[in-house]
């Protein structure tokens, strides 16, 4: 205790020995201290998660949406989410055509990934319309588009998926529903080869599906963004042997990649409701776009043939 605050009477100083009054007076002080450090130290981890991960910090995957996934609840025509829809005028796009916006109702989980997506040659959105919703569902925010022209080649819907994409995060009435750091791309036929070209273009989406994808370019090398290359065995327009196989076998052997091949199945399957394809791009979306590893059980190992699968490839397990 400084010499300053001795009783009165206490005029002589005490005998050297370890001051233990230090202790205990502080002790008060120290603990505050530490809560106040940890605090500090909490707030900085905070500051730094991405949009939506804030509310969830604690969570081992503050991107997981919705409950645990079983094959029931993948395979079902509608997740947990309620969802809504908005139209997107062409007089209002901006390098696309316009389009349909579907997003699930609540708030409450905070921002949710998003994917656009696009028809495929002389298709309007209505013929992919039916992923939107289904999409959505499971908690996503989901654009399907028209394009500019119905006769677009890819190189061009490549383009028009990212100019949609920039205008779901930047312009639309539910962008503050949508993480701008988590989003991919979909697209049939020849939206399909856009989705390639738009994942080679901005290596920053979190995945890409091409559903029976047409593209004169059949290598790409260059894709960083983890891929679902889905084919049909039937396929006459685009068939596997000249298209999807060799987009999938061309993709880098350090991505996480995977070639889903339907059985029974023709070029226009991803034009109508189909169970297999949805099962396993809402668990691609969701790994990736979400990092939720709750569903790499459906992924990895890779799914056998089936009455729906006539083939599987897969890099297992995955590393993103």
Known sequence: MPQHLLPARRQAPRPSRPRTSRTSPSRPRTLTGLLAAAAATAGLLLSGLAPGAQAAAAAANPYERGPAPTNASIEASRGPYATSQTSVSSLV????GGGTIYYPTSTADGTFGAV??????TAYQSSIAWLGPRLASQGFVVFTI?????????????????????YLTQRSSVRNRVDATRLGVMGHSMGGGGSLEAAKTRTSLKAAIPLTGWNTDKTWPELRTPTLV???????????ATHSKPFYESLPGSLDKAYLELRGASHFTPNTSNTTIAKYSISWLKRFIDSDTRYEQFLCPVPRPSLTIAEYRGTCPHTS
């Open 146 to 166: 028209d394009t500019n022209t119905t006769l677009d080649q890819p190189d061009s819907r490549g383009r028009q998926l990212l100019s949609a994409l920039d």
């Open 116 to 121: 656009v997506i696009s028809p495929g040659f």
């Open 93 to 96: 796009a901006s390098g696309f």
């Open 230 to 240: 889905v084919g049909a065995d039937g396929d006459t327009v685009a068939p596997v």
